[in-house]
């Protein structure tokens, strides 16, 4: 990249061994999180008035000078690690799960969850007339609830 530089300013044009010698300033604002583009930006903005007598000198002065603060780089997220296969513990065939807790039987093989109670359910539906109206069945019902208290 820092070979690179003589084809946007002509005065910047470095050897190979200078570009070796400025690779490690260079490495540093790398290991920051800063890209190629905006490092290559970063080196050629603001183009001194008076010249460049010395590319080294410029680009080093540049890159120690303006090395940024490090970038907030996330961490890697967490590495999953899989449950080990289980045997089922329910009778028939045997075979393999992957529990996700402290299972012992698998989904298939799992009791359902009983249904919970409603208390405010009861099975004794009022026998409304065929033509009762919506405020008919309400008034209906509304008296077999105050009668039962």
């Not at 002509?10 to 300033?25: M, N, S, T, V």
């Not at 183009?47 to 890159?63: C, E, K, N, Q, W």
């Amino acid at each position: 990249m820092l070979l690179s530089l003589r084809r946007a300013r002509r005065e910047l044009h470095l050897g190979e061994q200078e570009a070796r010698a400025l690779a490690p300033d260079a490495a540093a604002w790398l290991a920051r999180g800063i890209t190629e583009d905006d490092l290559r930006h970063a080196l050629l903005a603001e183009h001194p008035t008076d010249g460049i007598r010395s590319a080294v000198g410029f680009l080093r002065h540049r890159l120690n000078r303006k090395l940024p603060e490090p970038r907030f780089v996330p961490a890697p997220p967490p590495v999953i690690v899989p449950q080990p296969l289980v045997a089922c513990a329910s009778p028939g065939d045997e075979h393999l799960f992957r529990p996700f807790g402290d299972e012992t039987e698998c989904p298939q093989c799992r009791p359902l969850p009983t249904p919970p109670t409603t208390p405010w359910v009861t099975d004794d539906i009022p026998d409304f007339p065929p033509t009762a109206t919506w405020r008919e069945r309400f008034t209906i019902v509304a008296q077999q609830d105050a009668a039962r208290g």
